[in-house]
Protein backbone atom coordinates (compact mmCIF):
# COMPACT_ATOMS: atom_id res chain seq x y z
CA UNK A 1 0.00 0.00 0.00
CA UNK A 2 1.40 3.42 -0.90
CA UNK A 3 1.47 6.28 1.71
CA UNK A 4 -1.20 9.13 1.10
CA UNK A 5 -0.17 11.87 -0.71
CA UNK A 6 -1.06 15.79 -0.40
CA UNK A 7 -3.51 17.74 -2.56
CA UNK A 8 -2.01 20.10 -5.27
CA UNK A 9 -4.49 22.60 -4.48
CA UNK A 10 -2.77 26.03 -5.80
CA UNK A 11 -3.00 28.59 -2.81
CA UNK A 12 -5.50 31.14 -2.80
CA UNK A 13 -5.76 34.78 -4.33
CA UNK A 14 -4.06 36.90 -1.88
CA UNK A 15 -4.26 40.64 -1.18
CA UNK A 16 -2.78 42.80 1.01
CA UNK A 17 -4.45 45.45 2.71
CA UNK A 18 -4.26 48.22 5.62
CA UNK A 19 -7.43 48.16 6.90
CA UNK A 20 -8.55 45.10 9.29
CA UNK A 21 -12.27 45.00 7.42
CA UNK A 22 -12.55 44.48 3.80
CA UNK A 23 -15.02 43.25 1.24
CA UNK A 24 -14.90 41.15 -1.15
CA UNK A 25 -17.53 40.16 -4.48
CA UNK A 26 -15.16 37.80 -6.03
CA UNK A 27 -14.91 39.77 -9.25
CA UNK A 28 -12.43 42.58 -10.12
CA UNK A 29 -13.71 42.56 -13.69
CA UNK A 30 -17.12 43.97 -12.56
CA UNK A 31 -18.89 40.82 -13.85
CA UNK A 32 -20.47 37.69 -12.11
CA UNK A 33 -18.71 37.45 -8.90
CA UNK A 34 -20.49 36.55 -5.54
CA UNK A 35 -22.20 38.30 -3.37
CA UNK A 36 -19.99 41.25 -1.91
CA UNK A 37 -19.40 40.04 2.00
CA UNK A 38 -17.90 42.11 4.48
CA UNK A 39 -14.72 40.24 6.52
CA UNK A 40 -12.93 40.96 9.55
CA UNK A 41 -9.35 40.65 9.79
CA UNK A 42 -9.20 38.82 13.20
CA UNK A 43 -5.68 38.42 15.02
CA UNK A 44 -4.30 36.01 13.27
CA UNK A 45 -4.09 38.85 10.35
CA UNK A 46 -5.12 37.13 7.85
CA UNK A 47 -9.37 35.95 6.80
CA UNK A 48 -10.52 33.86 3.61
CA UNK A 49 -13.43 34.83 1.65
CA UNK A 50 -15.64 31.93 2.52
CA UNK A 51 -17.05 31.78 -1.20
CA UNK A 52 -14.09 32.26 -3.41
CA UNK A 53 -10.78 31.66 -0.63
CA UNK A 54 -9.48 34.66 -1.19
CA UNK A 55 -6.76 35.52 1.40
CA UNK A 56 -6.66 39.03 2.85
CA UNK A 57 -3.54 39.62 4.90
CA UNK A 58 -3.36 42.57 7.22
CA UNK A 59 -0.40 44.80 6.17
CA UNK A 60 2.32 45.04 9.13
CA UNK A 61 0.14 42.37 10.73
CA UNK A 62 1.59 38.36 12.05
CA UNK A 63 0.73 36.96 8.10
CA UNK A 64 2.73 39.46 6.35
CA UNK A 65 5.44 37.70 5.41
CA UNK A 66 6.79 40.67 2.13
Request: aromatic share 10%; glycine share 10%.
Amino acid sequence: MTAPRALAIPAPETYVTDTARVFCDGDEQGGDGHPRVWIQIDASGFADCSYCDRRFILAGGPADRR
